[in-house]
């Protein structure tokens, strides 16, 4: 689903799909607050990074109880539901799906009973990518998934399938065979957990307040809930809080690789990452983008609302006047009812309409964070000459994006991307610029103020720092297509096991007979998933 602070014309055609977010998380253990409140703020501060479900689990010391639905923060919970969660710790979970499809099953948070007569419940900020082995143990252990199909109801089964071992022993067992992006809070009736991947892929952060602690996605989240920013939680770290306090645990050696397009598009503005402020960063980007690609013009616009930090930044360094250009209509966004074919041939512009009068006669600047395939850009672009552009001058705050993400982030697929296809000049062509400029990768590195050595630019570059599966064996819905196979007539109790045994079977000959052509029952990769292995 859309962001709420960027422009996506899937609001009104799912077809016209751009960049989905990864998922927010929120944790707090603090006895005497009404933590399912706090959570419910801490979601909806992180509302941005996924808008297909919410949920929220509290404990009160006896149990712990799991709310969640489909559907926005605001949508899932009011008032006597939030007043009937009590407890003394929480998490909470506002959904994009990366793994498994969007339903209420897969909603988060999940939820385990354990042999030992406790209750563990997670939410997932990423994407694992080594899902069909877990499923696979899952198997093997005789343990049950019940209907979920997401990465994160595996994790949660494992954590839950140990009745030898506390659930901190548990999760220091469990966490170095996890490979692939993952921010995790989790609880049982009396701890509250966070774990952070060895490459820090995705954000988390720790935060203090006066009667308690919280961990969150962003910075955001803890200003909201007036809890005040300790550290970020390390890479390869876990930490637990109770009633004896924090203490913290290394599972893995940290490698960070820190989600570069976070700076780009994911992240709030007023969040800040590994000591770096967003919106400074954008700004800082647009100012790269007006060195690298200067150009004669009257003004320079933004697209609402994360085109505008680098719009700023571009007119500051080029000493171009800066205005708003065009304005956006906060209220439509995600809807249940489905775009008439005359709502789709409005396309974008229920959303924003051009300041006629702004742009009018003008040689114009447009920034913009991201071209996926060009439908938005081309849309923009038609609307300011029908509104009396002289000139438009495109440039874009991130490099091409040329390749799938598998850490988190549901880019369209590797053949839709625009960038894939076509060179600069091409792209320029095909949305109806007059000029076209991406700011270069070095520049947006620099604008982050991180060593390149800790930054994840796989969707830039297409060198991926934590290693993938075979094509058969990575995707949105891979254990859909496991649970298929398994649920063929004739199936066997061992049938995930064989499923998964089965797919491998299946590569392993393609691979050695050199046929690439796709499994004889392959399964629903996620997008560009199969082709994103194979550089061209």
């Known amino acids: 689903m859309p962001r709420g ?8 055609d799912p077809q016209e799909r751009g960049p ?5 998380v929120f944790g707090v253990w603090a006895p005497e607050e009404e933590v399912a409140k706090l959570t419910y703020f801490g979601l909806y501060a992180l509302q941005h990074r996924g808008q297909e479900a919410a949920g929220i689990a509290v404990s009160d010391g006896s149990g712990v109880v799991v709310y969640k639905d489909i559907g926005l923060v605001s949508q899932v919970f009011d008032e006597p539901t939030l007043a009937s969660l009590r407890g003394h710790l929480a998490i909470g979970h506002a959904r994009y799906s990366t793994t498994g499809g969007s339903n209420w099953e897969n909603a988060q948070p999940t939820i385990r009973a354990t042999p030992a007569g406790t209750t563990i419940a997670l939410a997932h900020n990423g994407n694992l990518v080594n899902t069909a082995e877990l499923a696979k143990e899952v198997a093997d252990r005789g343990l049950e998934v019940g209907d979920s199909t997401s990465d994160t109801a595996l994790v949660t089964t494992l954590l839950a399938g140990r009745p030898d071992l506390s659930v901190e022993a548990a999760a220091l067992e469990l966490l170095p065979t996890l490979r692939g992006a993952f921010s995790f809070v989790f609880m049982d009736e009396h701890t509250l957990y966070a774990a952070r991947d060895p490459q820090g892929v995705r954000p988390l952060v720790l935060g203090r307040m006066e009667r308690g602690w919280v961990v969150a996605s962003e910075t955001a989240a803890l200003d909201i809930t007036g809890a005040s920013f300790v550290r970020e939680v390390e890479p390869g770290e876990i930490i637990a809080i109770d009633e004896h306090g924090l203490r913290s645990s290394r599972f893995a050696a940290p490698e960070p690789k820190g989600c570069l397009f976070e700076y780009v598009y994911l992240a709030r503005p007023d969040t800040t990452i590994a000591g770096r402020n967003i919106y400074s960063a954008r700004v800082e980007v647009g100012r790269k983008l007006a060195k690298e690609h200067p150009v004669e013009a009257d003004l320079v616009i933004g697209v609402p609302e994360s085109g505008i930090p680098a719009a700023i930044g571009y007119a500051e360094a080029s000493g171009i006047p800066y205005s708003a250009g065009f304005m956006k209509n906060a209220y439509v966004g995600r809807t249940f009812i489905q775009p008439s074919q005359t709502i789709r041939q409005l396309g974008i512009r229920l959303k924003l309409n051009p300041l006629r009068e702004v742009v009018r006669g003008k040689r114009i600047v447009v920034i913009d964070d991201s071209i996926v395939r060009g439908n938005t850009q081309r849309a923009q672009i038609r609307m300011l000459r029908e509104a009396g ?13 040329k390749w799938p993400c598998f850490y988190g982030i549901d880019f369209a697929t590797r053949a839709e991307l625009i960038a894939n296809g076509l060179e600069i000049d091409g792209i320029r062509r095909s949305i109806g610029a007059d000029s076209l400029g991406y700011v270069s990768l070095d520049g947006l590195v620099q604008a982050t103020e991180q060593p390149k050595s800790r930054l994840c630019m796989a969707c830039f570059d297409g060198e991926y720092p934590i290693e993938l599966p075979t094509s058969d064996l990575i995707g949105k819905h891979v254990l859909e297509g496991v649970g298929r196979r398994a649920s063929m007539p004739g199936a066997s109790a061992d049938a995930a096991t064989a499923a998964v045994a089965d797919l491998e079977t299946d590569y392993e000959a393609r691979e050695h007979a050199g046929d690439d052509r796709p499994a004889s029952e392959p ?6 998933g199969a082709n994103a292995l194979h550089h061209p």
């Open 5 to 12: 602070d960027g422009l996506l014309t899937d609001d009104l």
């Open 20 to 24: 989905q977010d990864a998922c927010g």
């Open 389 to 401: 552009a002289l000139e438009i001058h495109v440039r874009i705050s991130s490099p091409p994006v």
């Open 523 to 528: 399964l629903v990769a996620s997008p560009g």
